[in-house]
């Protein structure tokens, strides 16, 4: 769920809150709507809901999801849907990867089925670091064939440039100012 991190500039300071104070916490000076630099604004939240985008690649962690919680993740045999084994039904918070349009919708469920029917992807043959649900993904995006992105499916380290590098690095910056808020009311960076 969206935490609701907010950013508005005074004093030649950024200031990253969750909630606008009545005064500003670097120079004390009250707040009012005409004091600022920039009007507050919301930080955009990197991650997405998955069952709000079918035909997609998103991303998750194993156990847990990006901020805070723990949890277990994978393919349901009989729906061929991903699922999380924890506390919550759906993946809230996910990097989205790639979105497929919805031309792709009976392509893409046919390619599922044959994919996670597939021998190759019983559960005895699971392996944490070989045979896992990336290598499940890059394998269904290869069948997939759908030009460019099954391309880079082929080669694991070029996906991850690719693909899943500049989403993370992006959400690496909102995770970071999302703990800091979680220690203190307020992150305030200079501007320069």
Same mark, same amino acid.
């Given at each position: 769920?969206?935490?609701?991190?907010?950013? %508005?500039?005074?004093?030649?300071?950024?200031? %990253?809150?969750?909630?606008?104070?009545?005064?500003?916490?670097?120079?004390?000076?009250?707040?009012?709507?005409?004091?600022?630099?920039?009007?507050?604004?919301?930080?955009?939240?990197?991650?997405?809901?998955?069952?709000?985008?079918?035909?997609? =690649?998103?991303?998750?962690?194993?156990?847990?999801?990006?901020?805070?919680?723990?949890?277990?993740?994978?393919?349901?045999?009989?729906?061929?849907?991903?699922?999380?084994?924890?506390?919550?039904?759906? #993946?809230? &918070?996910?990097?989205?990867?790639?979105?497929?349009?919805?031309?792709?919708?009976?392509? #893409?469920?046919?390619?599922?089925?044959?994919?996670?029917?597939?021998?190759?992807?019983?559960?005895?043959?699971?392996?944490?670091?070989?045979?896992?649900?990336?290598?499940?993904?890059?394998?269904?995006?290869?069948?997939?064939?759908?030009?460019?992105?099954?391309?880079?499916?082929?080669?694991?380290?070029? %996906?991850?440039? &690719?693909?899943?590098?500049?989403?993370?690095?992006?959400?690496?910056?909102?995770?970071?100012?999302?703990?800091?808020?979680?220690? &203190?009311?307020?992150? =305030?960076?200079? &501007?320069?």
């Amino acid at each position: 769920m969206d935490p609701g991190i907010l950013c %508005f500039h005074h004093c030649d300071h950024k200031v %990253f809150c969750t909630i606008i104070p009545e005064k500003c916490p670097v120079c004390e000076q009250k707040l009012d709507r005409y004091d600022y630099n920039l009007l507050p604004f919301r930080v955009p939240y990197p991650f997405v809901k998955a069952s709000q985008h079918p035909r997609a =690649i998103v991303m998750k962690p194993t156990h847990g999801d990006f901020l805070n919680e723990e949890g277990i993740h994978g393919v349901d045999p009989m729906t061929k849907k991903w699922s999380n084994f924890d506390s919550s039904s759906d #993946w809230d &918070q996910c990097l989205l990867l790639e979105q497929f349009d919805e031309l792709w919708n009976e392509i #893409w469920d046919s390619v599922l089925l044959k994919v996670s029917q597939s021998p190759l992807w019983e559960a005895h043959r699971y392996n944490e670091e070989r045979h896992n649900c990336f290598t499940f993904v890059l394998a269904f995006l290869r069948a997939l064939d759908c030009g460019e992105l099954s391309e880079k499916a082929r080669d694991p380290k070029l %996906f991850c440039k &690719q693909y899943v590098v500049p989403r993370t690095s992006a959400a690496g910056k909102y995770i970071s100012l999302y703990r800091q808020l979680k220690r &203190q009311n307020y992150f =305030i960076q200079n &501007q320069c």
